[in-house]
């Protein structure tokens, strides 16, 4: 019996646990949380356009990283990254998953705020999928923005179950002439294993990129870094001509790494945060987490050949790299090998720049929870609050609640936290996904409860999450 089945069984619940989450409610009126506040409106998405069918086999597969360089892993229709899903909002998305895998598998459909039981968690909305079997995801596409799909079961990110999610919307605030995906990954060639406890991976005598570090011991043995599943000498090409606005959808998929990304002889105006719309801002690099995607719009005004550069934050590692490429003009330079002037210096996005086009409504937190975010020291746990999912408690709450959560990250990794089923407030924006600074980085962010369930909230950085950075948020 875990720590949760007994506190049930015992009916003690979780008062006078030194380390239980409880919500402090922040409102001392007993009716404010009885039933919704007036006004209140469930999340309720409209079908307003056709309905897609889409057939996805996971299944394994070879993958070429580089010329020659080719591994056995497991694939969406045997893609890597998995094939790209695009719709416009307002459209219904209907996926029929078949698992020819030899283990059990979900899809989570990252950043979309599905219905709870659309949602792929293991164990939490639906039991995994097994081998020889079936599943169909089926959802109304809303709101617009640009999302990932990926599986939620153990560490299976790490392998290649990973694609975009890109869904169109109808009046974008920014125009641009072409749109383009870019899938930021790490490559692991081997099985991936969770870690163990900081000292503990040293003994492992791994080769590869990684140099030496205080992150060694606690990142898993990658042997590159990846742009829509290529190495830096074999790089994906995107197109564009001189005078073109050239949308480049950032995402991060990867398993633990965190990127500064910049463009050779291009300054970036992002966009969109986590899919949703901003008010346009201009830098030179962002850094961009595991589950987070920013869009950026580029004016192509200087014809070359230019590297797209996403460097590695937290490890000594080759940056992984795709090519911007004129078609207009001869190339003037040759394939690039000059560092973007991003990645070293220049303005870097900070999360205060981030303003959503249309304000969020203000609202007063009714229900706050402090979360302390912990681990990588002692022990291979990554633990909230002292506790490491799945022996943890879920965070209670009802619908039509105004969550706050505080985080505070008291060990020296970053952790990208994700919320599922919503968006969150953070700042002056609307993300679902959010880096915790290392070394006491503080990040509070509030949500509105409209989407009943089970949701998950938890760091994804998959072995930080494997190993229990994460908790059920739930109200049913
Ligand atoms: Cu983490």
Redesign the pocket.
């Known amino acids: 019996m875990n720590r949760r089945h007994f506190l049930r069984a015992t009916g003690l619940g979780t008062a006078g646990s030194m380390l239980a989450v409880t919500g402090c409610r922040d409102s001392l009126d007993a009716n404010s949380t009885a039933s919704p506040p007036p006004g209140y409106r469930r999340r309720d998405p409209q079908q307003t356009g056709a309905t897609r069918e889409v057939h996805l086999v996971a299944e394994e597969g070879e993958v070429e990283v580089a010329t020659g360089k080719i591994y056995r892993t497991w694939l969406y229709n045997g893609q890597f990254p998995g094939p790209e899903i695009r719709l416009q909002e307002g459209e219904r998305l209907r996926v029929t998953l078949e698992n020819q895998l030899p283990e059990g598998t979900t899809i989570h459909w990252h950043g979309l705020p599905v219905p709870n039981a659309m949602d792929g968690v293991p164990g939490l909305t639906q039991q995994p999928v097994m081998p020889g079997t079936t599943f169909t995801y089926d959802f109304v596409a809303d709101p617009a923005g640009s999302y990932l799909y990926h599986s939620h079961v153990g560490l299976q990110i790490d392998r290649g179950l990973v694609a975009p999610l890109v869904v169109e919307e109808k009046q974008p605030h920014v125009s641009y002439d072409r749109d383009y995906s870019l899938v930021l990954d790490d490559y692991l060639p081997n099985t991936p294993e969770p870690l163990q406890a900081s000292g503990g991976m040293m003994r492992r005598g791994r080769r590869g990129m990684m140099g030496p570090g205080m992150m060694q011991g606690q990142t898993p043995p990658y042997e590159g870094l990846l742009i829509n599943g290529k190495l830096p000498n074999d790089p994906a090409v995107f197109e564009t001509k001189r005078g073109e606005q050239v949308r480049l959808r950032l995402m991060n998929p990867s398993g633990a790494t965190t990127f500064r990304v910049a463009v050779g002889g291009h300054r970036m105006l992002v966009t969109h945060t986590d899919g949703q719309p901003i008010e346009p801002v201009t830098v030179d690099a962002l850094h961009i987490g ?1 589950g987070e995607r920013y869009d950026v719009v580029l004016a192509a005004q200087n014809p070359g050949v230019w590297p797209i550069m996403a460097a590695p934050l937290e490890v000594q590692a080759p940056p992984a790299e795709a090519v911007l490429r004129y078609t207009d003009v001869a190339a003037t330079q040759a394939p690039p090998e000059a560092v973007p002037e991003g990645i070293r210096g220049g303005r870097v996005l900070e999360l205060s720049d981030l303003q959503a086009l249309e304000r969020p409504a203000e609202r007063t937190p009714t229900r706050t929870f402090d979360l302390t ?1 912990s ?1 990588g020291m002692m022990s291979a746990a ?1 633990t909230i609050v002292g506790q490491a999912y799945p022996d943890a408690d879920p965070l209670e709450i009802l619908e039509g609640d105004v969550i706050r959560l505080r985080m505070v990250n008291h ?1 020296m ?5 994700h919320l599922h089923g919503h968006f969150f407030q953070v700042g002056g924006a609307l993300k679902d996904t959010v880096i915790v600074p290392p070394h006491m980085g503080r990040v509070t962010v509030d949500f509105l409860a409209d989407n009943p369930g089970r949701w998950f909230f938890h ?3 998959i ?3 494997e190993a229990g ?1 994460a908790r059920e948020i739930r109200y049913v």
């Open positions: 595991m975010l681990g990554w060990s990794m970053l952790h990208p936290m760091c994804h950085n072995y930080h999450l950075m």
